[in-house]
């Protein structure tokens, strides 16, 4: 992972397409390369509630539901406040079958995994999210189904962004869903789904939402 000062973030974007991250007021890009002009710096390790996550080379807990990702190609160490609040109430939900939309490094799916819900669909637009999450679902040996389809499932986890949240809701095939990606002043607006929980960390939030019909 690769930090830089206070960069633009649409031109972080356009020079790093496979993903940027806002963390601590600097950016993380994925890279194969660090590009001139960068540090590289230690990747963090996340506890949230019983779920650790961290790279490979880390130690985890011994108390803790581990998730091992390997950063540096697709959005997810689970470093992100978006990620852990979609980490903090996954874990407070009785695990049922599960939809990951915009499924990045994987890192929710595995860690749902990991918790006991089942069976798992990560689904992306992006194909090296779909390769990474395969690879870092098998690295922690845990079943996940990784492709373009979106299942049926008891609930839906969709950390992306406000505009594309409300445009996917109507189209899931879940009656809960876990969603985040926009900021605390946001709150997502789509006919038929209310809120039942929100949590909000560094100024992003995340809700619980129901559809009633
Ligand atoms: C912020 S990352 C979230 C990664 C991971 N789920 C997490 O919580 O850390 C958002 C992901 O959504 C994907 N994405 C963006 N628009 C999408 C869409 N319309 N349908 C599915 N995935 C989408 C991106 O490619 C990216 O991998």
């Known amino acids: 992972m690769i930090v830089g000062g206070e960069p633009e973030l649409a031109l972080l974007l356009h020079i790093f397409p496979e993903g940027v991250e806002e ?17 590289v710096v230690a990747v963090e390790d996340v506890r949230v509630g019983r779920v650790w996550v961290g790279p490979p080379w880390d ?18 160490t689970g470093a992100h406040a978006t990620t852990r609040l979609c980490l903090e109430l996954l874990q407070e939900l009785e695990p049922t079958s599960l939809l990951d939309v915009g499924c990045g490094s994987g890192v929710l799916s595995v860690a749902a995994a990991k918790l006991g819900f089942a069976p798992v669909n990560a689904v992306d637009v992006d194909e090296v999210a779909l390769e990474t999450t ?46 985040s990606g926009y900021l605390e002043r946001d709150e997502p607006s789509v006919e ?22």
């Open 23 to 39: 963390l601590d007021g600097a950016f993380a890009v994925y890279a194969d390369e660090p590009p001139v002009g960068f540090d």
């Open 134 to 179: 395969r690879a870092n679902a098998a690295v922690n040996a845990v079943s996940v189904e990784v492709g373009a389809e979106l299942r049926p499932a008891a609930l839906a986890v969709m950390n992306i962004a406000l505009d594309v949240v409300e445009a996917m809701l109507p189209r899931l095939p879940v009656e809960r869903a876990v969603t």
């Open 192 to 213: 038929g789904w209310q809120p039942i929980e929100r949590r909000v960390r560094d100024g992003w939030a995340a809700d619980l939402l129901e559809l009633r019909p």
């Open 59 to 76: 130690e985890p807990p011994e108390d803790a539901v581990a998730v091992v990702i390997d950063p540096g190609r697709a959005f997810g």
